[in-house]
């Protein structure tokens, strides 16, 4: 089993930063991808950026040039750096995990962002 917390979420003003944080415990060995979802009322859940276990990172078009997924592997963590925010931002942010070799897929709590314009 994998735990994942999420950290971070607040609510800014339109233009404003944050960083959302994901710590991992459990069994992480042989995690592939790990990565941010969103989802805001009334809609589906949406991938934001995902990052793999070699470094590769993708993300969603409309936070492209805005938003950047890391990890620090020594903390077990992911990072999610939220700049340029907007007032569509707004929704609850889920840190996922995936491992591959057993199809496991982990989910964290989730952390609420508020951007208000």
């Known amino acids: 089993q994998v735990q994942l917390v999420e950290s971070g979420g607040g609510e800014v003003q339109a233009g404003g930063s944050l960083r959302l944080s994901c710590a991992a415990s459990g069994s992480i060995f042989r995690i592939n991808v790990a990565g941010w979802y969103r989802q805001a009322p009334g809609k589906q859940r949406e991938l934001v950026a995902t990052i793999t276990s070699g470094g590769s990172t993708s993300y969603v078009d409309s936070v492209k040039g805005r938003f950047t997924i890391s990890t620090n592997n020594s903390k077990n963590t992911v990072y999610l750096q939220m700049n340029s925010l907007k007032h569509e931002d707004t929704a609850v942010y889920y840190c996922?995990?995936?491992?591959w070799g057993d199809g496991s897929n982990y989910w964290g709590q989730g952390t609420q962002v508020t951007v208000s314009s």
């Open positions: 996922n995990a995936k491992r």
